[in-house]
Nanobody
Framework: QVQLVESGGGSVQAGGSLRLSCAAS????????MAWFRQAPGKEREFVAG????????SYADSVKGRTTISRDNAKNTVTLQMNSLKPEDTAVYYC????????????????WGQGTQVTVSS
């Protein structure tokens, strides 16, 4: 069992930055590939960024590529999403997720989820 708690969401103007953090507790954090997903009202949950167990591989959605960086600290059991040049279309609830073994862009393959943190970007 893994417990995930997100923090760092908030309201910013377009062009601003936010740093989301996810703290994990429970089983060995380094066993899990980690990802961030987001869900806007009336839309399906979508992949934002993911990172492999070691941190050596990352993956980004085209919509955030070049503006977003995912990183992890296995010693501190945390994964971070740095988002820059935010746009109104980035407005959503952002979820941290853990997947035993593989990095995947499919939310159905993730085993554990946080409660989500709201990001609101105004124009």
């Amino acid at each position: 069992q893994v417990q995930l708690v997100e923090s760092g969401g908030g309201s910013v103007q377009a062009g601003g930055s936010l740093r989301l953090s996810c703290a994990a507790s429970g089983r060995i954090f380094s066993m899990y590939a980690m990802a961030w997903f987001r869900q806007a009202p009336g839309k399906e949950r979508e992949f934002v960024a993911g990172i492999s167990r070691s941190g050596g591989s990352t993956s980004y959605a085209d919509s955030v590529k070049g503006r977003t960086t995912i990183s992890r600290d296995n010693a501190k059991n945390t994964v971070t999403l740095q988002m820059n040049s935010l746009k109104p279309e980035d407005t959503a609830v952002y979820y941290c997720a853990a997947n035993l073994i593989v990095l995947s862009v499919s939310y159905g393959e993730y085993d554990y989820w946080g409660q989500g943190t709201q990001v609101t970007v105004s124009s």
